[in-house]
């Protein structure tokens, strides 16, 4: 998923559902790190206003349960899961993906972090990730240009460290795989698990790194990871009123996150979401949302036409856009 450039559309999307029954409050505990402010007790952080339901035909979404005004933060949210992009993993934290002020030359084999806290918050996964060699890993994604399979390799060691349960994603909604898409899938399989092996990590820590929990995770990540693009401190208001017309800076890595994998796609989205610093992701109402509509961001590039964004939804997303704009053939 990428951040919205463009939005031009009258919205259409309104009162959606304002009866459907919540699958998922957006103050449950599942949901750490989901914060907004509370309009009845200003600085008081309080639940977000919108909750999980049932839409009529794409599945899970996300609904205002209350008016949300044009620029307003819906809510934030920390990944669950995160990883720098090969091209960036020196010159970003590794943990939180916020650009490093310094890069040392001299140690340009080593990971960096922006503060303790960060390292702190790696260290059991990170120290079960230097046990073992990842060249032979690393270059299977570098060659095929894969960013996905490194998101993996860092779950696979949280779970082995303890750090989060090996079955963490598995609430998100899968992609459906062609075979040929699984046979490509397990050469990072083989690579991954003889990484550890090689380490010797062996035995229970191990039991749940088997081909399909690898190939499951590969498809909720296809379909639920964003690219982090960082727009800066400096663009937060502007990005309020210019609705997210300002090119960002390249990714510096991907992420996935809980909450903001249960909103939509639509081609005129009445939400986006925006990376300021670091990997903590921000949405935010592009347009006023009414009580019980849903909530929807735009997955790609809203400035490219039907065809192309048909494609690109289709390709990378597995999914034929439904979207009212779609629908009018725009
Ligand atoms: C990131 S998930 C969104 C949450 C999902 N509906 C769920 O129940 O978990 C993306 C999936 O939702 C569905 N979807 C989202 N936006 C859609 C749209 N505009 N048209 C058709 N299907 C859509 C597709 O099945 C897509 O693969």
Redesign the pocket.
Known sequence: ?GLVRYSRWASRLKTLNSQTKPLLSSSSSSFSSVTTADNENPGRPGPPPIRVA??E?????VFATRKIETGELIHTAKPVLSHPSLSTIHKVCYFCLRKLKTTDSSQAQRVSFCSDECQRETKGFHDMEMRADWSAYDDYCRSRGLKYPLLVKRLACMAMSRAASANLLDI??P?SLSPQMIVEMEEGFRLLRSAFENSNIIGEQMSFLTKQWYIGILARIR??AFRIELVGALYDDLLSSLAASIESEAAVGNAVYMLP???????DPNSHIIWIENADARLKALRDVDEGEEL?IC?IDASMDHVARQSF?SQG???????LR?LSGD
Request: hydrophobic share 30%; aromatic share 20%; glycine share 10%.
């Open positions: 998923m049932l839409t035909s794409f599945g899970r979404g998100l909604q992609a379909i639920n994998s249960f909103y939509n796609h639509d081609c929807r997955y939804l997303f597995g999914f034929q856009c439904n979207c779609c």
